[in-house]
């Protein structure tokens, strides 16, 4: 049977959003937390307190650069100095929060777009038709008319999972054949939301390693083919992130970028013990707009990305 | 293969950073260490699992003196390449580990791992293997009840490889799915079962329970636990988390087609002390191999595909003829049967350019070979000069006075002077064998093809790790040494 999560929205007790994505995180920063709060009994900033520092933060998928960077800095403020864990811990966040803020940006519907279009697309497994259906509940609970077109024609079964969704949701599912051509079922449902005055698109596609370039020209073709019926659109190109994924993130990012012309990411599976600190090294390298994360599998653990609450609960200040 | 190209490329500029010093001293190859981890960090092996490594090759290094050996560099990189092939396969010979199906029918294999990992296909893949490879009549049921459409999926890729999926039924929870598969197998008489999990956080306590049961209840022979191996500081926790609660036999890495950083298949083993059994390499369903240990440090190294070639040499070599080879070495003797007999082991493992193609630093050495004229025709050119000769002849070349020379060549279509070299050549090596008589060890040998007699290439830098004695010698050659 397939469990109906979205039911059990209602009987969630509602908490604040901080306290969620606190919760969400806390696995993702125990290790961290415990790391920096192992570190610092010392009280005293020298060469091994950093190297443990910079290895603390190595394990939570910063990677090498980013951590080297924020050690150096630390290195140069309060070398030699005294140092409590909890100093260590906010100027941590404040570099992560520095680095992450100018990068939110939630993904809105702008209504003028009559419809707006968002491809979503990524690697294999990282949850984007889950997305999508987190994304098409927003929406939908925000009064916007929803169509999701099931543009994973590759996986066995992608399309019965997003009409499942769909189901769920009460949103019109635009489906193919298997092995169908996805960039032709993106035009077919940009043109029947037109008709019928829908106003989201959501374009599921199927997930491709960076790295095949066929698949990743057949990307660029379901571009351009959205092109034709409207020249503004995709409006949005979002690349789902999965939170365990570690520096190949960054090369995801690089290489969709500049194929699928990505705007913006999500990143999904952060309520697993994986620290997400890949978001701040890929924030530090190509300053791609974060517009939301997953921190659990209901169908609202989609949350707008905040910087500074994603940089306190990474680094784990109360 | 682009598998660990990222990787491979960052230890091997390292590693030309040493190879081109004459001499190392100790903070050369602290410096080098260290950069050997930050190559190993980028590539997402798990931290303890780099600062083990670091810290066992760098004592390693300074144990074995590595400073003041003739070629530090090579020393330094041998003792990489051991300790990369001790870290994929952990005590084990180096070699591919499969499935534990020697167990009375059906042997339950059960995949478990996180979501997205590739759980579902994976399962497909293996069944398909099974199925084709080894004649088992597999049967795959998936007990995957919380992805939508889960089930469907593991049905219609049971379609598309042609295996059996156990019937769904809606509603079913997955400790009764693994019973009615449980029964189906048996009662159908199928060798393997195989159980799809559904995928999960390893954080949810109520799922890993549910693994647990299924486990306890269908007493698996395999539980494989699937990695996508661009899992970054995580897979460790991941590995530590199912070792720990649900117990494996053994790890699938998905996605080793990737960009080729593959960390994880590092950390692995190290993390779960059980072998990583398949790798997946491509989104087809049979993009599936074995994981060779030994092959995989070779190629994370650069080193070409070495162990593949000693495989192809031992293939190839008749263990009888080597050790009466070495035998007659050992005494000082070597006729020019003992020559052919070398060809002819030579084009057994693939002629001179074959033997190149698995070698490290292939392009350099394939110009060196056009430019030496010593290629495949060149070997059957010189055995049929030894073709020529009468079994006197071959036993003792003395006999071979001028007019012996002219039927020779005559004989094997070629030049008296072409017989000149091979008798040359012959004379060089056999020099080489008395030499080494005399000095009683193999060290001699090296000289034995390089720059030779034969006028041949020089033959490539002993950088293979374990692979190759210091010196100049073919390979396979040396394996006639060891034997």
């Known amino acids: 049977m397939i469990d109906d999560s979205l039911d059990d929205v209602s009987i969630t007790p509602k908490r604040g959003f901080f306290a969620r994505l606190k919760d969400g995180l806390s696995r993702s920063t125990g290790k961290l937390t415990q790391s920096i709060t192992g570190i610092f009994t010392k009280s005293k900033l020298d060469a091994a307190t950093l190297e443990e520092l910079e290895e603390a933060l190595v394990s939570s998928d910063l990677g090498v650069r980013v951590a080297a960077d924020i050690c150096a800095k630390l290195k140069k403020d309060r070398y030699d100095k005294t140092i409590s864990a909890d100093d260590v811990r906010q100027v941590l966040a404040d570099h992560v929060r520095a680095i992450l803020t100018p990068l939110e940006k939630p993904l809105v519907v702008n209504r003028t777009h009559h419809p707006h279009v968002i491809l979503v697309v990524g690697v294999n497994g990282v949850g984007k038709t889950t997305t999508i259906a987190k994304f098409a509940k927003h929406y939908r609970d925000s009064g916007h008319s929803v169509l999701l077109a099931a543009g994973d024609t590759f996986r066995a079964a992608a399309v019965e999972q997003l009409s499942v969704w769909g189901a769920r949701l009460g949103c019109a599912v635009m489906t193919t054949k298997v092995g169908g051509d996805a960039a032709g079922l993106a035009y077919s449902a940009i043109e029947k939301a037109r008709a019928d005055g829908i106003d989201v698109v959501l374009v599921d596609t199927a997930g491709r390693l960076q790295n095949k370039s066929g698949l990743m020209d057949e990307l660029s073709k379901i571009r351009r083919v959205i092109g034709k019926i409207d020249a503004t659109a995709p409006h949005d190109c979002v690349l789902v992130l999965d939170a365990t994924t570690g520096q190949n993130a960054l090369n995801q990012i690089e290489v969709f970028r500049a194929i699928a012309g990505v705007t913006g990411l999500v990143m999904t599976k952060l309520d697993g013990t994986a620290r997400g600190g890949i978001l701040v090294a890929a924030a530090d390298k190509y300053a791609v707009p974060i517009h939301a994360i997953g921190i659990g599998e209901q169908s609202d653990d989609l949350r707008p990305f905040v910087a500074e609450d994603f940089a306190k609960a990474l680094v784990g200040i109360e | ?483």
């Open chain 2, 1 to 483: 293969m682009a598998m660990f190209e990222s990787l491979s490329e960052r230890l091997g500029s390292v590693f030309d950073k040493l190879r081109k010093r004459g001499a190392l001293n100790e903070s050369d190859v602290a410096e080098a260490m260290r950069e050997v981890r930050v190559a190993l960090l980028e590539a997402d092996v798990a931290l303890p699992v780099v600062k083990d490594f670091v810290a066992t090759v760098s004592a390693q290094a300074i144990g074995q003196n590595v400073v003041k050996s003739i070629s530090p560099g090579q020393m330094v990189i041998k003792i990489v390449h051991d300790a990369l092939v001790e870290l994929l396969s952990d005590g084990g010979d180096g070699e591919a580990e499969g499935l534990n199906l020697s167990v009375e029918p059906p042997a339950v294999i059960m995949m478990v791992g996180l979501q997205g990992s590739g759980k579902t296909t994976t399962t497909a893949k293996i069944a398909k293997r099974l199925q084709a490879t080894e004649r088992k009549k597999v049967l795959m049921a998936s007990l995957d009840v919380q992805r939508p459409a889960a089930q469907e999926q593991l049905k219609i890729l049971g379609e598309q490889v042609s295996v059996a999926t156990l019937p769904i039924i809606a509603g079913q929870q997955p400790v009764d799915i693994a019973k009615r598969a449980l029964q189906a197998a048996e009662l159908q008489g199928f060798d393997v079962l195989m159980l799809d999990t559904a995928g999960r956080l390893h954080v949810d306590n109520a799922l890993m329970s549910e693994l647990q049961a299924v486990r306890s209840f269908a007493e698996p022979a395999d539980v494989l636990l699937v990695v996508d191996s661009l899992t970054g500081q995580d897979a460790v926790n991941v590995a530590e988390q199912f070792s720990r609660q649900v117990g494996i036999t053994g790890t699938v890495l998905t996605r080793m087609d990737g960009d080729g950083r593959g960390g994880a298949a590092l950390s692995m083993r190290a993390v779960t002390k059980q072998p990583i059994k398949f790798i997946g390499v491509g989104e087809k369903l049979d993009a599936l191999e074995l994981f060779h240990p030994a092959r995989v440090a070779g190629r994370i190294l650069g080193m070409g595909d070495v162990v593949s070639l000693v495989e192809k040499a031992a293939e190839a070599v008749e263990i009888e003829e080597v050790e009466k080879l070495q035998k007659r070495m050992e005494k000082g003797q070597f006729d020019l049967n003992d020559l052919k007999s070398q060809f002819t082991q030579m084009k057994r493992m693939g002629g001179m350019k074959g033997l190149m193609g698995m070698m490290p630093g292939m392009g350099k050495m394939q110009k060196a070979m056009d430019g030496s004229g010593i290629d495949d025709k060149a070997i059957n050119r010189m055995e049929a000069i030894i073709l020529s000769m009468t079994p006197k002849e071959r036993s003792k070349p003395d006999l071979i006075n001028a007019k012996r020379k002219i039927r020779i060549a005559k004989g094997s279509g070629t030049t008296v002077q072409e017989v000149n070299k091979i008798l040359k050549m012959h004379l060089d090596m056999a020099g080489m064998m008395k030499k080494l008589k005399k000095m009683g060890g193999l060290g001699a040998l090296a000289g034995m093809f390089g720059g030779g007699g034969a006028g041949g290439p020089p033959m490539p830098p002993p950088n293979m790790g374990g692979m190759m004695p210091p010196g100049n010698m073919p390979p396979g050659f040396n394996k006639f040494g060891r034997r």
